[in-house]
């Protein structure tokens, strides 16, 4: 492929992802889900947001992806742990996450980088779709290798042209943001309400809101350099052929 047919494709897909509000509304979501008020409810709102945004890029191509895959690609694989360190982070965790409720500026910062990841790992994954470098039905190993790559890729290349074009979105809606999130934990609230239900309700009773903060995303994404894109692309195809030549771990 030559340097100028990467260049062009690897810039109009992140641009073709840009204009595409449907996958950059979760990307938004996924940010607001750190301002959630309520403790562990914002971690399993991610949870499931961040496996809706994958299997929404797989249906955008024409694939599906089950239920295992969605969980393999968006989880790190558990390498087990003491009883100890378990009981240990168990016992924190709590603590850690009251604290970062209190703090204003904490969970910003953290939307912000929850959106930011969620927008490169949206970015990879549907260029690893559209060069067929991973499909779905295979291995289910080679799921944690896809996600290892992703990681790894943002790891060494970096994402603050990303992060910058987030935060500068954000910025601007904080307390649309705030807003978003109260309603999300109302929603959810309700018992007799699945995940899925709440966020397809919300997402219907404040899409102009959701419309706003996603345009304002998508207008700052359009500064994003496509050197940045190309090396970024290839980075991220260097960490996947590593990963992919690897022999399988075996439990």
Request: aromatic fraction near 8%; charge should be negative; glycine fraction near 4%.
């Amino acid at each position: 492929m030559k340097e100028d047919d990467v260049v062009t494709e690897e810039t109009e897909l992140l641009y073709q992802v840009i204009k595409d509000h449907h996958l950059l509304a979760p990307v938004v979501m996924i940010g607001a889900s750190a301002l959630i008020p309520i403790p562990f409810l914002d971690d399993v709102a991610k949870e499931y947001l961040e496996k809706r945004l994958f299997r929404d890029i797989a249906t955008k191509e024409g694939l599906t992806l089950s239920k295992e895959e969605q969980e393999h690609l968006t989880q790190e694989k558990s390498s087990g742990c003491c009883a100890l360190g378990c009981l240990g982070s168990a016992l924190i965790y709590p603590f850690k996450k009251l604290l970062r409720k209190l703090f204003y500026f904490l969970e910003i910062k953290r939307a912000v980088d929850q959106a930011t990841t969620a927008l490169a790992q949206a970015w990879l994954f549907e260029l690893t779709l559209r060069r067929k470098l991973w499909q779905p039905g295979g291995d289910i190993e080679k799921c944690h290798k896809v996600r290892r790559a992703i990681r790894e890729a943002c790891l060494s290349q970096g994402v603050q042209p990303l992060e910058m074009a987030v935060k500068h979105a954000f910025s601007e809606a904080k307390d649309t943001m705030w807003e978003f999130a109260g309603k999300f934990s109302k929603e959810t609230a309700k018992s007799d309400d699945t995940m899925a239900d709440a966020v397809d309700r919300l997402e219907k009773e404040q899409e102009e809101k959701l419309k706003g903060i996603t345009q304002k995303l998508s207008d700052s994404l359009a500064d994003v350099s496509e050197s940045y894109l190309v090396r970024f692309g290839v980075t991220f195809e260097k960490h996947l052929a590593e990963e992919m030549a690897r022999p399988v771990e075996v439990a």
